[in-house]
């Protein structure tokens, strides 16, 4: 084990360090070729454990997220301790100080120095040992902390600079290997988060697929059948096979009445009687659903109602979280809607709301078919014939929508509608238009005519001469029974929009999917008034099949190029993770070359050696920073593998250099087109020597917050670099520093032992000075403060049982009471102004002299109009010689006025209450929510004044925030107002009594941990 080298550089003390150098070489090597974790750690200690005393030895990393210090890896005296936590705001812990600071410190006296970083004297620690010397160092990676660790030692002043400088190399090399590990493990999580999505897309492609073919089996059920009930009955049984439908429900909407009928609804299994709802009322899902023809969607009922009504009402039934309503829409016309929810929040996703819609869709043909057969049934005398066609019409769309709906493919799907389609109506031509909004066309792959496949044909969507344009644009159908006879009479169109013989019969339809077009699908007859609107309604419902068909097409192939797009990106990934893996060993091996020689031509060569292993550097150089001189010296620079024999200096005064930005900045220079990115760092690029470089990289040497100076690679190509080249330059600049740090060590460290020594005498002397005047003028202030509040035997005159706690955080507070006695009246009042110490001290005598001031010169008692005046003076008395909107400061507190003649007490508080306990029974009075000082008096209103009727042996408390506020007990949490009023209520034979007891109770409470804010509590009984 090391011990104190001597101030003195002597030749025994140099040999001692080079061996450390060595060693710290060999540190640096086992340390950063490490990527995990806890060998880091380890290894860390036992390195550490050879050059210095470490009786005790900790690391912690920092957890961003919760803003805490984990304490993974604590060790004393060769014995493991478990984790621990600490949180950044425990800023009395001197390693909490160390990373809120990002900078190191040095304990040799735990009572004298330990309080010089946090203000706060060491506490005894929770186990083990009390350390005497304490070393805590930050873990940075750059400008950004990663952790803290310490070295530590039960003898007092165990450790010197030498002791130090050691601890700031090993901390350069353990955020190297802590960032070296979270890299390897981020990317190995990002593989096996991007495996595990690559799998969750296979099975929601799996899902689909399951729930198109059990959408089409429950489409086929319920278009197959013609009875309204059997519709319900069957859709009930089968939606909670796709998803939680704990309740659902079929509404229907008669316009005529203008109600909605709850026809079909099962909650939880049992079925409810029918009900109906008004279009009238408000605040009904149903009716907005009706009204608005869309979809509602909520995942939380108790925050996102506010997007469709005002206020939730259940109808019937418990209060549901999840919510789908979907409007059964037939065309423009609305049927009423389908809905399923669920007593669980987050129940339902987009997947759900798009088999509802599919569901919907099928409903609406089902209600269709069965209202069509209600109503054949009414005159099935004289229509019997056409009953029967369009019976097995309906049988017929079902069997075709199954049909269509399996396919995956648009060819399939036209050649399904053609093979069936004869069988309702004559069809010898037909043709499926998609659109292309890239493009602005409308594309038909191909026309079938009498069997055979034509060429197909494209119309731009601006072309109106065209009915598949017309169709498309305005979204309603088209029929034309004798085109040339009616349609073509009297216009200059020409026949332009049909492919292969002409045809007099044609209908178009827009095809449709949840509001979206997706193109128009037509057929066609060589006879003259072949079609009816009886045709035209059988292809509306078929459209809807078709629709559903080719969206489940799209979404298929869109799935699968997903697939095959994320595999290509994890083969990607493995093969960038296997390179990294390489080059971090290289940069390892680099490393060690380089922080294992003091001298600086040996650095130079073998950074230059080993750099053109990692990236393109035609051009490479380091340039060091002279302070002094204020330039930098090009001290070693290679261009096509010849060294620059020229010596370059350049003055930190050329402002359009690279090296000198980087200086100046101490930030990286990135650039992969110097023709045209020099303009991000300088006005016009200046080539010191040598050819014009296309790609660069500056990387500024840091030591610390000084800069040593740069190291820069460049390359007459463009795009020659990456951030990853970046990362790596970034790790070589930490190792030169180190190299650097290294050489020039030996040479400086007499001097700056002497220096050090004598700066840190004069600064001691300095701050025990100024540390003794500051005290001495506190403790006066406290003395002036005393004399301003009110003497006990003044309020036991008035009240003779009472009690004050008045416990300031620092010597001098910025809470305090306040008494006055005028004519018949009693006034006193608790106050808490801003902040505590120095600055609430001077606005407790503000506060004191204005209240005096108002009660005995401008003789007012009332406590509302008393809170108004000491408002406008805060702020006028603030407000001076301050820009407005400045202040900040003001006072909260309650103000009471007794009338001993009357019983009555007035009441005023700014935010704080007033509380009476009376037979046991605690009563509370709030004041208003706002503070004395800080409101914008033209738009304040008054304070307000209460009046109470006061009754013999009523208890009145008045209190600041510090009681309630203060962190303790056995978990450390704040005491809290319920269990202050909990304290109050409590029996006593005296307030006195009643006083001392919540005393204790507040320093129990307390214990160990800092107090948090001044503490003032009054008291009285009547």
Request: with cysteine.
């Amino acid at each position: 084990m090391s011990t104190n080298y001597p101030n003195t550089a002597s030749p025994s003390a140099i040999e001692q360090y080079k061996e450390d150098i060595n060693l710290l070489s060999e540190i640096g090597q086992t340390l950063t070729s490490s990527l995990d974790i806890e060998d880091v750690f380890e290894n860390t200690y036992k390195k550490v454990n050879e050059l210095m005393d470490a009786n005790v030895f900790l690391i912690g990393l920092l957890d961003e997220a919760r803003q805490e210090i984990v304490f993974r890896y604590i060790i004393e005296e060769g014995q493991r301790h478990p984790e621990s936590r600490k949180s950044l705001e425990e800023k009395h812990q001197i390693g909490i100080w160390v990373a809120n600071h990002k900078k190191e410190a040095i304990v040799l006296d735990m009572a004298v120095d330990y309080p010089k970083y946090t203000g706060h004297k060491a506490s005894q620690p929770k186990a083990g040992k009390q350390p005497e010397s304490v070393i805590y160092m930050p873990i940075m990676d750059g400008d950004r902390l990663l952790g803290i660790f310490s070295v530590q030692s039960f003898t007092p002043h165990a450790y010197s600079d030498y002791h130090v400088n050691i601890l700031r190399n090993v901390g350069v090399y353990v955020g190297i290997a802590v960032k070296n590990a979270s890299n390897y493990h981020n990317i190995e999580s990002q593989v096996e988060k991007r495996t595990a999505q690559i799998e969750a897309q296979k099975q929601e492609i799996e899902k689909a697929h399951s729930d198109t073919n059990i959408l089409n089996a429950i489409g086929q059920q319920l278009i197959s059948t013609l009875d309204i009930e059997e519709v319900f009955s069957s859709l009930h049984e089968n939606v909670n096979q796709l998803m939680d439908a704990a309740c659902f429900g079929i509404r229907l909407y008669d316009p005529e009445e203008r109600v909605i009928n709850y026809k079909y609804e099962y909650e939880r299994g049992e079925r409810h009687p029918p009900g109906q709802v008004s279009m009238d009322t408000s605040n009904n899902y149903s009716v907005w659903c009706v009204e608005n023809k869309e979809a509602i969607f909520i995942n939380d009922n108790s925050t996102e109602y506010v997007k469709y009504v005002d206020e939730v009402h259940v109808v019937t039934g418990d209060f549901p979280y999840s919510l789908i309503f979907q409007p059964l829409l037939k065309g423009d016309d609305i049927l009423g809607v389908i809905t399923v929810q669920s007593f669980e929040k987050n129940a339902f996703t987009q997947r759900h709301l798009d088999i509802l819609n599919t569901l919907a869709s099928y409903t609406v043909i089902a209600l269709t078919n069965a209202t069509v057969y209600e109503t054949m049934e009414h005159k099935v005398a004289e229509r019997t014939k056409e009953l029967e066609k369009q019976s097995k019409d309906v049988i017929l769309l079902s069997e075709m929508g199954q049909k269509i709906t399996a396919h995956l493919s648009v060819e399939k799907i036209i050649e399904e509608i053609n093979d069936n389609i004869n069988q309702v109506m004559p069809v010898e031509s037909m043709g499926v238009g998609l659109v292309d909004k890239d493009q602005n066309i409308i594309e038909f792959p191909g026309y079938i005519e009498r069997g055979e496949i034509l060429e197909g044909a494209r119309y731009k969507l601006t072309d109106d001469q065209y009915l598949a344009v017309k169709c498309f644009n305005s979204g309603e159908h088209i029929l034309i029974n004798d085109y040339f006879g009616e349609y073509m009479t009297g216009t200059d169109q020409e026949d332009t929009d049909t492919k292969g013989d002409s045809t007099n019969s044609i209908i178009y339809l827009p095809l449709m999917v949840k509001d979206q077009k997706l193109g128009v699908i037509t057929v066609q007859s060589f006879q003259t008034n072949a079609y009816t609107h009886y045709h035209v309604n059988f292809l509306k419902n078929l459209v809807v099949f078709v629709g559903i068909a080719l969206e489940n097409a799209q979404l298929y192939g869109g799935l699968e190029d997903l697939v095959e797009e994320r595999t290509s990106e994890v083969v990607k990934q493995k093969e960038e993770i296997e390179q990294t893996h390489k080059n971090a060993q290289l940069l390892n091996s680099i490393g060690k070359e380089l922080i294992s020689t003091v001298d600086l031509k040996s650095i130079f060569d073998r950074l230059h050696n080993s750099i053109g292993q990692l990236m393109d550097a035609t051009v490479f150089g380091i340039r060091l920073y002279n302070k002094v001189r204020h330039v930098i010296s090009y001290k070693y620079e290679i261009e096509n593998g010849e060294l620059q024999s020229e010596d370059v200096e350049v003055p930190m005064t050329a402002d359009n250099n690279y090296s000198v930005w980087c200086v100046k900045n101490k930030t990286p220079i990135f650039i992969n087109d110097n023709s045209t990115e020099y303009v991000r760092y300088v006005d016009e690029v200046h080539v010191v020597q040598g050819e014009f470089p296309y790609s660069l990289i500056f990387q500024p040497l840091m030591k610390g917050d000084e800069v040593l100076g740069v190291i820069t690679v460049q390359s007459y190509e463009k795009d020659a670099y990456t951030s990853y080249h970046l990362s790596i330059l970034e790790a070589l600049a930490s190792y030169s520093v180190i190299a650097l740090n290294n050489a020039s060590m030996i040479e400086e460290l007499e001097e700056r032992v002497q220096h050090r020594t004598s700066m840190i005498t004069e600064q001691k002397e300095i701050i025990e000075e100024k540390n003794k005047n500051i005290t001495d003028s506190i403790k006066y202030a406290k003395r002036i403060q005393k004399a301003i509040l009110p003497d006990m035997e003044k309020i036991k005159h008035s009240f003779e049982d009472a009690f004050v706690i008045f416990q300031p955080k620092d010597i001098v507070s910025g809470d305090f009471y306040w008494f006055e006695e005028v004519g018949n009246k009693v006034l006193f009042a608790v106050v808490d102004c801003t902040g505590h110490g120095v600055p609430g001290a001077f606005m407790s005598l503000i506060g004191s002299n204005a209240l005096k001031k108002i009660v005995i010169e401008q003789q007012e008692t009332t406590p509302g109009r008393i809170l108004d005046l000491l408002d406008d003076s805060v702020s006028e008395t603030l407000s001076q010689n301050m820009q407005h909107g400045t202040v900040k400061d003001g006072m909260d507190l309650a103000l009471c006025s007794f009338n001993r003649d009357t019983m009555v007490l007035e009441f005023a508080g700014a935010f704080n209450p007033l509380w009476i306990i009376r037979n046991g029974e605690l009563i509370e009075f709030k004041g208003d929510k706002r503070a004395i000082g800080l409101s914008d008096s033209l738009n304040s209103s008054n304070f307000t004044t209460q009046v109470i009727k006061l009754e013999p042996d009523d208890q009145l408390f008045l209190t600041s925030d510090g009681f309630a506020d203060q962190f303790g007990g056995a978990n450390n949490k704040k005491l809290k107002i319920k269990r202050f009023k909990q304290m109050i209520n409590t029996a006593t034979t005296s307030m006195e009594q009643k006083g001392n007891k919540l005393l204790q109770e507040f320093i129990n409470w307390k214990g160990d941990f800092e107090q948090l804010d001044d503490v003032c509590v009054i008291g009285v009984r009547i």
